[in-house]
């Protein structure tokens, strides 16, 4: 029973293009994440938004958007895709009480831009 | 800008050893502390934090120690085991909502 998963877990795409990554979590979770996991395994924060708030990380092109349907849903859009895409990309959930701060990560999503 | 840094790449241990993991930040204003464990082909899963009001924090055969005035955090395993195998992630936070992540130490336990 998967707490947080992510489709497709490997994504292959030509640069110009437009894709989605989709994220689930089943955890009741009030906050969710996206993560960019460069060349160099550098984790870096893209997004995190709950219900109240989107907190963009100001270094992330505005190619980049997040759509949330719902709470247990963060998907990431990807416009005009770029050979510097080329990542893995991981969704993360957390919920934020008292000093309960971990995130749960998703699988992984590796978009190759060719 | 990297504000936490993990600067061993890697680290290889005997079985039954103390692993030792270090980790250095820049921003004074992190106060929470986070260490992540990362296999191949899976998302990074929690393993222990670590708040500034504490200097060390034990679970199991894991313990971190926080020295603030140095910036300095570590993971201690005692002992190591082969299922310990992997990338081991330490992230920071200001806020509890936006962690900074170092760039990971590959840990290898060998039997």
């Known amino acids: 029973d998967t707490a947080v998963s992510q489709t497709p877990k490997y994504l292959v795409t030509q640069m110009g293009n437009d894709k989605s990554i989709k994220c689930e979590q089943n955890?009741?979770?009030?906050?969710m994440y996206w993560y960019k996991q460069d060349s160099k395994k550098f984790l870096k924060i893209m997004f995190s938004?709950?219900?109240?708030?989107?907190?963009i990380n100001e270094t992330v092109p505005n190619r980049f958007s997040p759509k949330s349907p719902d709470k247990a849903h963060l998907n990431l859009h990807i416009n005009s895709l770029e050979l510097g895409d080329s990542a893995v990309y991981f969704c993360?959930?957390?919920?934020?009480?008292?000093?309960?701060?971990?995130?749960?990560f998703g699988p992984g999503t590796r978009l190759t831009v060719t | 800008d990297q504000q936490v840094k993990q600067n061993s790449p890697s680290l290889s241990v005997q079985e039954g050893r103390i692993s030792i993991l270090n980790c250095d930040y820049t921003?004074?204003?992190?106060?929470?502390f986070l260490w992540y464990k990362k296999y191949p082909a899976e998302g990074p899963t929690f393993l222990i934090s670590?708040?500034?009001?504490?200097d060390k924090n034990e679970d199991g055969r894991f313990t971190v120690f926080l020295n603030k005035s140095a910036k300095h955090l570590s993971l201690h395993i005692v002992p190591s085991q082969p299922g310990d195998s992997a990338v081991y992630f330490c992230?920071?936070?200001?806020?509890?909502?936006?962690?900074?992540f170092g760039t990971g130490t590959s840990l290898t336990v060998i039997p």
């Open positions: 670590i708040s500034s009001i504490k």
């Open positions: 993360a959930s957390s919920a934020q009480q008292g000093l309960s701060y971990e995130q749960y």
């Open positions: 992230a920071a936070s200001a806020d509890g909502n936006q962690f900074y």
């Open positions: 921003n004074s204003m992190f106060d929470y």
């Open positions: 938004y709950n219900n109240k708030e989107l907190i």
């Open positions: 955890l009741g979770h009030d906050t």
